[in-house]
């Protein structure tokens, strides 16, 4: 029985995953994400329910559309994929409590902000937003956790890159911000100052690489909020893992 359940939620973050995409595509073109229904970018086909199957529908139709055969971009699958074994892992780790429902919330935001950063160099506010009300809903029903360490969390996660952003004179962009003092709403301010290292580190790692591989230049702009989120994720799983052995180390 455990193993079917697994399976359903990997296959409801795959679902989760689809809606992402449409996110994805819509918010940063200032496009409602309920209406008009999914439908083909290029010939405007709407797509049938078939066609709306996350993963298989684009195995299926070898990742072209069924009525005009244009390509349909790998971030479809890729995204779904990644929701749903995001939500497995956190279920795993988690189980099935509010903790594990607040951080699949999280990776939905961060999936959809982290891909929107990579395409269009942007953090949408809509999406901030929509995170801070989700976090709001989540610390009031997870009350039993206090409230003061997250408000914390959110203070010094936007505040210490707010004071990055004003020393090295608007290299972190305000998107970042907002991204950093929400993630601290969801995670207190012990792991806030982890991800921040970590995001730190992740993030000059992967610059370096792109920058090697020539996939970027030395000048162009590389989005942050994939490296936060990464960041992120690590925290959550490893973080007091991470934080008591660097006491230890610390303190000989
Ligand atoms: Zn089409």
Same mark, same amino acid.
């Given at each position: 029985?455990?193993? !079917?359940?697994?399976? !359903?939620?990997?296959?409801?973050? #795959?679902?989760?995953?689809?809606?992402?995409?449409?996110?994805? +595509? &819509?918010?940063?073109?200032?496009? @409602?994400?309920?209406?008009?229904?999914? +439908?083909?970018?290029?010939?405007?086909? *709407?797509?049938?329910?078939?066609?709306?199957?996350?993963?298989?529908? =684009?195995?299926?139709? $070898?990742? &072209?559309?069924?009525?005009?055969?244009?390509?349909?971009? %790998?971030? =479809?699958?890729?995204?779904?994929?990644? #929701?749903? #074994?995001?939500?497995?892992?956190? /279920? =795993?780790?988690?189980?099935?409590?509010?903790? %594990?429902?607040?951080?699949?919330?999280?990776?939905?935001?961060?999936?959809?902000? @982290?891909?929107? *950063?990579?395409?269009? $160099?942007?953090?949408?506010?809509?999406?901030?937003?929509?995170?801070?009300?989700? %976090?709001?809903?989540? &610390?009031?029903?997870?009350?039993?956790?206090?409230?003061? *360490?997250?408000?914390?969390?959110?203070?010094?996660?936007?505040?210490?890159?707010?004071?990055i952003?004003?020393? @090295?004179?608007?290299?972190?962009?305000?998107?970042?911000?907002?991204?950093? %003092?929400?993630?601290?709403?969801?995670?207190?301010? $012990?792991? #806030?100052? !982890?991800?921040l290292f970590l995001s730190v580190i992740i993030g000059a790692l992967?610059?370096?690489?792109?920058?090697?591989?020539?996939?970027?230049? &030395?000048?162009? =702009?590389?989005?942050f909020?994939?490296y936060i989120?990464?960041a992120?994720?690590?925290?959550? !799983? /490893?973080?007091?893992?991470?934080?008591? /052995?660097?006491? $230890?180390?610390?303190?000989?």
């Amino acid at each position: 029985m455990e193993i !079917l359940l697994y399976i !359903l939620i990997f296959l409801f973050g #795959t679902i989760i995953g689809s809606f992402l995409n449409v996110v994805i +595509h &819509r918010v940063p073109r200032k496009e @409602s994400i309920v209406y008009p229904p999914s +439908h083909c970018p290029k010939c405007g086909h *709407d797509l049938k329910t078939i066609d709306l199957i996350p993963i298989l529908s =684009y195995i299926l139709l $070898k990742g &072209r559309c069924r009525y005009c055969g244009e390509k349909i971009s %790998a971030r =479809y699958p890729v995204v779904e994929v990644l #929701t749903g #074994t995001l939500f497995l892992i956190i /279920y =795993y780790k988690f189980g099935l409590d509010f903790k %594990a429902f607040s951080y699949m919330f999280l990776a939905s935001i961060l999936i959809s902000i @982290s891909f929107i *950063d990579m395409e269009h $160099k942007i953090v949408p506010n809509k999406i901030i937003i929509a995170g801070f009300v989700g %976090a709001i809903i989540f &610390r009031l029903l997870m009350s039993n956790y206090g409230f003061l *360490d997250y408000v914390l969390g959110l203070v010094l996660g936007g505040g210490i890159l707010l004071l990055i952003s004003l020393i @090295s004179g608007g290299e972190m962009g305000g998107g970042d911000i907002k991204l950093m %003092a929400l993630i601290g709403f969801f995670i207190g301010w $012990k792991l #806030t100052i !982890l991800v921040l290292f970590l995001s730190v580190i992740i993030g000059a790692l992967g610059g370096a690489i792109l920058v090697a591989l020539k996939i970027k230049g &030395r000048k162009d =702009y590389i989005p942050f909020a994939p490296y936060i989120s990464i960041a992120w994720f690590i925290s959550i !799983l /490893y973080g007091y893992e991470i934080l008591n /052995y660097y006491i $230890k180390f610390i303190r000989g």
